[in-house]
């Protein structure tokens, strides 16, 4: 290097406050060497012959370095700032996408791509779902026309614009809306949404519940499931009613197996709102002679069952898929995994899950939004309340947090 060493070059790169990123390849491994190379510093040292994963996780730490600006919002610190109620950070990201306004009319599909809405702003907010934010209020024969394309299911239209102090409330009570297909399959287009505590049966349902009144539940939810009233529910009403039942330990063992985590998760697991009925009464009348008869099962089952759950993590597998899979009732699958390995299945692959997307996100440049699909989190909010819970922090400051070390 013509009238300069790599240490001086270092050094008048640091002087000077470049972005320019370095990485240091010698074949010269004297501490001395390496910490003057630090304290200029340079973001790594590699000693030949170099190992390729070290290499390559040295060049992404380089990439996200040089991309990031001080004011730079992306898509996935939008969901994050949607989730934290950061009305600072949501004005920011509009602002960066040309978007001025004190209020918005909200929209949201489930569909595997992007409706075509004009002036509007589309953004993914998990798998085979978005959202769309526009200054006027849209064109509904845009929504009808677009239930012609196979890959939409449902679509919600929130009623009122809304301003960012209530953004984070309509956000989700949107993208309920879009679910409500689940419930009345022929209204594909929603824009209502009930509060709870109104809906038919509901204070004789949570009566029930509050006393493990087994036989006057089952009779209730069998009352329910037959009258078209259900249709006036929402996906997030149904959700709320499922874990009710099933986190009562009076009318279900080891609640957090069975629990409903996300709107995605519901229709992924139960074909409809009469399927997902004839679930609960099923889980409440267990008898529990039938969940002793599970002992006897536990040698046979639990290695295929571990073997299934190690090779589709990053799936959409929850416990009543596994069921499905071995051909065993899915009370019979929570007590063989508790008893076996002394933790439940759902935190068992939660555990896995988090693992894995620690990994990914040192070892890829793959957006938050996608580890959380690869890695079998069907819905990005749920991912990063679990992420956050788990290790203290956002996905976003764990990786940020790895590319300032060192």
């Known amino acids: 290097m013509p009238g300069y060493n790599g240490l001086e070059l270092c050094r008048l790169i640091a ?3 470049l972005k320019t990123q370095v990485i240091i390849v010698s074949g010269y491994a004297e501490f001395s060497y390496a910490q003057k190379a630090i304290q200029y ?69 489930v569909s595997d791509t992007a ?112 009258d078209d009233s259900y249709k006036q529910f929402s996906i997030h009403s149904a959700r709320q009613l499922f874990n009710m039942i099933v986190s009562n330990p009076n009318l279900a063992a080891d609640a957090q197996d069975y629990f409903i985590h996300s709107h995605r998760q519901l229709i992924h697991d139960y074909a409809s709102f009469q399927d997902m009925m004839d679930s609960l009464i099923q889980i409440i009348r267990v008898c529990p002679r039938e969940q002793e008869a599970a002992d006897s099962l536990s040698n046979t089952y639990f290695l295929k069952i571990m073997k299934y759950i190690n090779t589709y993590y990053n799936e959409n597998i929850t416990l009543r898929h596994v069921a499905k899979i071995v051909n065993m009732n899915p009370n019979y699958i929570s007590q ?59 996905p976003s400051d764990y990786r940020e947090a790895y590319y300032r070390q060192g």
């Open 41 to 109: 510093g340079v973001l790594g040292y590699c000693l030949k012959p170099v190992e390729y994963d070290e290499l390559a996780a040295l060049l992404l730490k380089a990439a996200h370095n040089l991309e990031q600006t001080p004011a730079s919002v992306t898509a996935d610190t939008f969901l994050d700032a949607i989730e934290d109620n950061n009305i600072d950070k949501i004005r920011l990201y509009l602002e960066a996408n040309n978007l001025f306004e004190e209020s918005y009319y909200l929209a949201s599909s």
């Open 15 to 17: 002087q000077k406050r």
């Open 336 to 394: 063989i995994f508790k008893k076996s390995t002394g933790t439940t299945f759902s935190h068992y692959l939660t555990d896995l899950r988090i693992s894995n997307a620690k990994k990914m996100l040192l070892s890829t440049d793959i957006s938050i939004t996608d580890i959380s699909m690869q890695t079998g989190f069907n819905d990005y909010f749920y991912f990063l309340k679990t992420f956050k819970k788990y290790t203290g922090c956002t």
């Open 115 to 226: 409706l075509l809405l004009p002036g509007a702003l589309a953004f993914r907010s998990g798998p085979s779902q978005f959202a769309y934010l526009s200054c006027c209020p849209y064109d509904e024969s845009l929504f009808q026309n677009a239930l012609l394309d196979a890959g939409v299911l449902g679509i919600g239209i929130y009623p009122l614009p809304v301003g960012l102090s209530d953004f984070r409330s309509a956000f989700y009570k949107c993208t309920a809306m879009s679910y409500h297909f689940f419930l009345d399959p022929k209204n594909r287009i929603c824009d209502s949404y009930p509060d709870f505590a109104s809906l038919p049966l509901m204070s004789q349902i949570q009566n029930a519940i509050s006393f493990a009144e087994k036989e006057r539940l089952c009779e209730l939810l069998t009352l329910l499931k037959t």
